[in-house]
């Protein structure tokens, strides 16, 4: 199982969410509306019985993918981390909690919400099994999203 959760602003509409929607349909893109307690309700309902899960979250639902691999670490393949918003205080209650499940994180030099000084540490403390990249992007990591190489990302 395969799913992209998008962010605070965002939803299963926005760039990321259509793009996913047309170059890997298998992804499962939705919508998570509300609080935080509602938008993790709605993605462990989605992910109930599910294993070997790759979580693909931007900026806040990087933040949410965190908090299901903490949570189900065996359940979890895989997280793909994009600007995740572990710099928001919904995360600070999660920073001393760890997880081994393999993540890569993507975020942007020039990224003012959520910046790469606040976040890579959070994360290196999180996922002890983690790849960082760090490229000349903003937020929203225009210039590197699309360029990825997904067939392998998305590989099990």
């Keep these: 199982?395969?799913?992209?959760?998008?962010?605070?602003e965002s939803t299963s509409?926005?760039?990321k969410g259509k793009w996913f929607n047309t170059?890997?349909?298998e992804v499962l893109v939705s919508d998570f509306p509300g609080?935080?307690?509602?938008?993790?309700?709605?993605?462990?309902?989605?992910l109930t019985g599910h294993e070997n899960i790759v979580l693909i979250g931007?900026?806040?639902?990087?933040?949410?993918?965190?908090l299901y691999a903490l949570e189900n670490e065996g359940r979890v393949k895989k997280v793909i981390l994009f600007a995740p918003a572990l710099n928001f205080s919904e995360f600070d209650q999660y920073v001393d909690q760890s997880t081994s499940a393999p993540a890569i994180l993507y975020v942007g030099s020039q990224d003012d919400i959520c910046p790469p000084d606040?976040?890579?540490?959070?994360?290196?403390?999180?996922?002890?099994?983690?790849?960082?990249h760090l490229s000349e992007d903003d937020h929203?990591?225009?210039?590197?999203?699309?360029?990825?190489?997904w067939q392998t990302l998305l590989t099990l």
């Design 13 to 15: 509409t926005g760039t």
């Design 140 to 149: 929203l990591l225009k210039k590197t999203f699309r360029f990825l190489d």
């Design 1 to 8: 199982m395969k799913i992209f959760i998008h962010g605070l």
């Design 23 to 25: 170059h890997f349909p």
């Design 35 to 46: 609080s935080l307690d509602e938008r993790m309700s709605k993605l462990n309902s989605l």
């Design 118 to 132: 606040r976040v890579i540490p959070v994360a290196k403390k999180v996922f002890t099994n983690l790849a960082v």
């Design 58 to 66: 931007s900026s806040y639902g990087g933040l949410m993918a965190s």
